[in-house]
């Protein structure tokens, strides 16, 4: 099995030249860097050495399953967004927004600004990812793929309206870290799925345009990613190109 070094890992984010102090949204991929020394508190040893003792870091604490259960519950509903997420999450100081399938982790000196967004949409106006946005933080992805490293394009998506998504409401029960019901409705803005179709996102070239665009800053560390970006300047050249062609990254296919 493929192994690596908090050493190994460590120099790979240094060498990206990243702001210290500044606010990040990491999301990750431990497996792909096989047996990672420390694990997750390995890695979260390295990007707090990396990134400064006082950043604001955020991971997305996704609960997916709220879909099915429509429970959600501040402190007992997991980070279905992979092993370091779930860490961080559950370490003291870690505070969480609320939504019940988009929750984000965070930590640092501007934790509070982003529990207290109350947006009921996961990425709309009011939500952490506008905050994100706002304060020009940048999304950092360990090991993870350019889907599922940058969920903040969502956002950018749903500031441009693009058409084949639509809102989308999931009642249920919401608990916050005092034990307060949260009432909604929290909604999405979700792909347009009907009768023998179906609406899905298409990122392989929107990736390849930030490269050209010079947007990326890349890494590798035995085969596995490093990348991140500015999100401002991210999401500008994204909607530009969002108003330009509103099915920019949109395919729609087709099944029985």
């Not at 519950?73 to 370091?84: I, Q």
């Not at 490293?149 to 956002?155: C, D, E, K, P, Y």
Request: proline share 5%.
């Amino acid at each position: 099995m493929k192994k690596t070094s908090k050493a190994q890992l460590l120099a790979a984010l240094e060498a990206m030249a990243l702001p210290r102090n500044h606010v990040y949204v990491v999301h990750s991929s431990l497996l792909k860097f096989g047996l990672l020394e420390g694990g997750a508190a390995g890695a979260m040893a390295c990007l707090e050495q990396a990134l400064g003792p006082d950043a604001t870091i955020l991971m997305p604490a996704f609960t997916f399953g709220y879909g099915r259960s429509r429970v959600w519950d501040y402190y007992e509903s997991k980070a279905e967004t992979g092993a370091l997420s779930e860490y961080f999450r559950k370490l003291p100081g870690v505070q969480r927004t609320i939504h019940p399938f988009h929750s984000l982790a965070v930590r640092g000196p501007l934790a509070a600004k982003f529990t207290a967004c109350a947006g009921l949409s996961s990425f709309g106006p009011g939500s952490p990812f506008e905050l994100l946005l706002e304060m020009d933080a940048i999304n950092l992805a360990l090991g993870t793929e350019f889907e599922g490293g940058a969920t903040f394009l969502h956002h950018t998506e749903e500031v441009a309206q693009v058409p084949y998504r639509f809102y989308k409401e999931f009642p249920g029960s919401v608990t916050d870290a005092s034990g307060a019901a949260r009432p909604g409705p929290y909604k999405m803005f979700v792909r347009e799925i009907g009768e023998g179709y179906a609406w899905d996102n298409a990122w392989d070239h929107v990736w390849d345009d930030f490269v050209a665009d010079g947007l990326v800053q890349l890494n590798k560390l035995e085969g596995a990613n490093l990348f991140a970006f500015r999100i401002q300047a991210t999401h500008n050249r994204f909607l530009h190109r969002l108003q330009a062609d509103p099915l920019y990254c949109a395919r729609k296919t087709y099944h029985p």
